[in-house]
């Protein structure tokens, strides 16, 4: 280990920074972040430094390096631009016993400073001991992005607790024990819905010995194809779950950030083929929520856009059982956008609407009168094997023949296929329709080809974004 990590208290200490440029600018903010008292040694300032000093929120010692200011301050940073000067404060600061930063110069420096992910009171630092500083950015970017919304509120809440769960349980491995199960289960996950009420009673139970396993359904929308579509929050539920029910449409990438013990099981359907009953599936859930399981029921699309969330959410609250619904990017918004097409458009399309191409047994057929109406985008979900018949019903209901149409067939996937054509002669220039498969019709489609977005015969490429 090059060097030795630790996070210092600076609240009301004493911070020297020679320097008065941007780099020096950057620094006065990090460390008034952290409520340090901060003198600013440098004979010129920015306009921002010399704002704060006019304010009294530094202060200045306006002249060259003055070596006497170093023995009166905790902690020094070097960021002119001159190696020369930098150098001579990294030399009186090792004299005077101080940790000295000089910006840009590793083998000057007494410390470093981290990439820092602030999530206050949570702080996270990375560093690669100045080495690498663009790998640790992004590393740091990496995990800021990972961490749930609410991991702050974690922190705090925990604080909260310690002094209660301490009295209650003074052996230190009971408390680590008791901690781990309340981080890995449903008081945590509380806590990160924003329910802090529900998670101090699963916690007061736990502590009393009375909490049983509490189960949850998580309806999470795992977006049109592409694994990186889910959203930060899907995919910190898709981690913690116990079980996970997915689409046969759901990336097995995705499916990869799973838990390694968790149990996977495909409850897809496949049109016109075998399926999974919905009974079955409200079924399950239900079973293994009452059971204490966490569930993370995987939708492709978003769950409640032809996805038959409402469906699963209903037999849930009828069951009287814990839920959350996690909105996805739905297949109308993701596809359009990987092949180039908007759904609205300020001179083209004034508004969107989304239909399913496919009934249910029974139900009434679409009524598309009222959608062929001029200035409006139609998409129409699962119409794959009912292509040619949708586009004659659209002309017959007045739309003319000659209006721009897509295809877009396993939309968002690496295999992405657009083709693209008129209501007239779309259907005949797809020659077999892969699923899953998106219609769109109307003249925002012909916006793809004019810029060069557009595939015009059905071969497997992704469409370039």
Known sequence: MDYFPLFADLHHRPCLIVGGGAVAARKVRQLRRAGARVTVNAPELTAELQSLAEAG???HASRD???ALIHTHLLIIAATD???TNHAVAAAARASQRLCN????GPACTFIVPSVVDRSPLLIAVSSGGQAPMLARSLRQQIDAWLPARVANLARWIARWRKRVGQALPSFPDRVEFWQQALDGAPAEQVLAGREAAADDLLEAQLNGRSAARGEAWLVGAGPGDPELITQRGLNLLQRADAVLYDRLVAPALLDHARRDAELVCVGKQGGGAAVKQADINSQLIARVRRGQRV????????FIFGRGGEELQSLVDAGLPYQVVPGITAAAGCAAYAGIPLTHRELAAGVSF??????DGAPATDFKPLVRSGQTLVIYMGGRRLEALCKELQTHGKSPETPAALIERGTTPAQCVTGGTLADLAARVDKVASPALLIVGDVVALAESLRWFVSESTDARVAI
Do not use: S
């Open 57 to 59: 929120e530094i202060a």
């Open 65 to 67: 390096f003055d070596p």
């Open 82 to 84: 001159d190696r020369q």
């Open 102 to 105: 000089v910006v840009d110069d």
């Open 296 to 303: 993370c029921r995987l939708k492709g699309g978003d769950p």
């Open 355 to 360: 239909v399913t191409g496919h009934r249910a």
